[in-house]
């Protein structure tokens, strides 16, 4: 699945890669087997244009899940204080079952799993790759 996407993004990104799909404006594609752990996906995503995804209202996070996959890096991290936050800096409004987050550290990050609920594991763990791009 990646060539088509080194193809998009070679002839200047227009448009949407194949295989993109839109929800409230924003963008979003999931990469299979091509998984990585958080340090090593978040270059690649950086020079496509985009980050991991965000999904910052139940809506949202249930369509991704169902329309995009599951087992993927969210855009969470910690700030210096313990607390988590979103990457794009949007306010984290919505937050389904996961395991105690009081529990992560800075080698730790979030994924979205089968079950549809946020698990902590160590940024080093290979996962599905996947993009979001604000809206365009």
């Avoid at 990469?31 to 995503?45: H, M, Q, V």
């Avoid at 599951?70 to 937050?95: A, C, F, H, N």
């Avoid at 395991?99 to 990050?109: C, E, I, L, R, S």
Wanted: aromatic content about 10%; hydrophobic content about 30%.
């Amino acid at each position: 699945q990646l060539g088509p996407l080194c193809q998009w993004a070679a002839d200047g990104k227009k448009g949407l890669p194949p295989g993109a799909k839109t929800y409230q404006g924003n963008h979003y594609l999931m990469i299979r087997g091509y998984g990585l752990g958080i340090p090593a996906c978040d270059i690649p995503l950086k020079r496509l244009g985009g980050h991991r995804p965000v999904l910052s209202t139940k809506e949202e996070h249930d369509w991704f899940a169902e329309n995009i996959g599951t087992s993927v890096w969210l855009g969470l991290e910690l700030d210096g204080k313990g607390t988590w936050r979103w990457i794009t800096g949007e306010p984290m409004t919505y937050q389904p079952g996961w395991d105690d987050p009081k529990h992560a550290n800075k080698t730790t990050g979030v994924i979205l799993s089968n079950t549809r609920k946020w698990q902590l594991l160590n940024i080093d763990h290979a996962r599905n790759l996947s993009i979001e791009w604000e809206g365009k």
